[in-house]
């Protein structure tokens, strides 16, 4: 009995008589033949298991096509084709930029640490009044045992949930992702979470007008129906109502594969942008920029903006505008 080990897990056993063994070295055509046996099922057992990976879904640098279909949702925005991990071998690479009225933050650039008064959470800031802004946009990473801390006094908060489930303990809410809520200036919260959870948060001071507040708001995204475009093809929902008393919304829009904005727009609302699936091109000013999941747009007043979905695949992003306030 002679055993052949391949080195991952398989072994093949062939057996050979001793009239056999005798013979050998007066048969090479026939050693060849019987080799030939031996290597055929190995080569087509390999073939088998590299085409498995490939079905898996192996993306790297070199294969960002791969299929996610079978991935959770969102599963871009915390685990980018192109991380840190990949561009190791690439000291000094980034498809980052910041400009006067605009900046793109790639997931390879986005520093995280400790989230101050937060337990056991690290957060990224990618948008804040350093760099031209009136709010904050920041990702939060919580693990087992965290828990949220208060934003200031008078500023509201919205967050968004793209991994996994937390508990919201003002509402008593289970989380699951894509799921939202809106917690007006001043409201008493805190967030928990028992497991990996990536959370997208918007804050800025709340502009008072007359007597009228918002109201605490949670949801998920499906629930919002699709609102009309005029002049637009791309889907469209609102998260939060377009009365008076919110100042800015968070949009969800879709664009198949080819659709793009049909308004090269230009006006005095600021946007922060999370690109939560699939890729394309976006227009900041006079440059053009390659986009993809996990990918960070801030655009200042007035910045001509315009985008362009890509590839195969629908692209998704959740975008801050501020609303309902007089530029004066």
């Known amino acids: 009995m002679a055993r052949i080990a391949t080195g991952i897990g398989l072994s093949i ?3 050979c008589s001793s009239s056999d063994r005798d013979h050998t070295h007066q048969s090479p055509l026939k050693d060849k033949m019987n080799l030939r046996s031996l290597l055929l099922p190995l080569l087509l057992f390999l073939s088998v298991i590299k085409g498995k990976k490939a079905e898996e879904g192996m993306c790297s640098v070199f294969a960002p096509s791969c299929d996610t279909d079978s991935k959770p949702l969102y599963v871009k925005v915390t685990n980018p084709t192109l991380n840190p991990s990949c561009l190791q071998d690439l000291p000094g690479f980034t498809r980052s930029v910041f400009e006067r009225d605009h900046a ?9 640490s400790p989230l101050p008064d937060w337990i056991n959470t690290s957060g990224a800031y990618l948008i804040t009044p350093a760099i031209g802004a009136h709010f904050v946009m920041y990702l939060a990473k919580m693990q087992e045992g965290s828990k949220s801390a208060l934003p200031p006094k008078d500023v509201e908060r919205c967050i968004h ?3 996994f489930i937390m508990i919201l303990t003002f509402y008593f809410s289970v989380f ?3 799921s939202y809520a809106y917690l007006p200036p001043n409201t008493e919260h805190s967030m928990k979470c028992d497991e990996l959870a990536t959370i997208v948060i918007f804050e800025r001071r709340y502009a008072q007008i007359g007597i009228n507040v918002p109201e605490l708001r949670i949801g998920s995204t499906d629930e919002h129906p699709l609102l009309e475009t005029p002049g637009e093809i791309f889907e469209l929902r609102k998260l939060l109502p377009t009365s008076g008393p919110y100042d800015f919304n968070i949009h969800i829009m879709d664009f198949n594969p080819g659709e793009y904005l049909n308004v090269k727009e230009v006006h005095y609302n600021q946007h922060g942008l999370l690109l939560l699936e699939g890729h394309g091109i976006y227009r900041l000013g006079d440059k053009w920029y390659p986009v993809q999941a996990g990918d960070v747009i801030w655009m200042a007043p007035f910045v001509p903006q315009w985008y362009c979905a890509l590839g195969k695949n629908r692209s998704r992003y959740l975008l801050y505008k501020d609303v309902n306030r007089n530029p004066l």
């Open 176 to 178: 699951q992702v894509d």
């Open 104 to 112: 793109l933050i790639t997931p390879e650039s986005q520093v995280f």
């Open 161 to 163: 949930l793209k991994g």
């Open 13 to 15: 056993y062939t057996s």
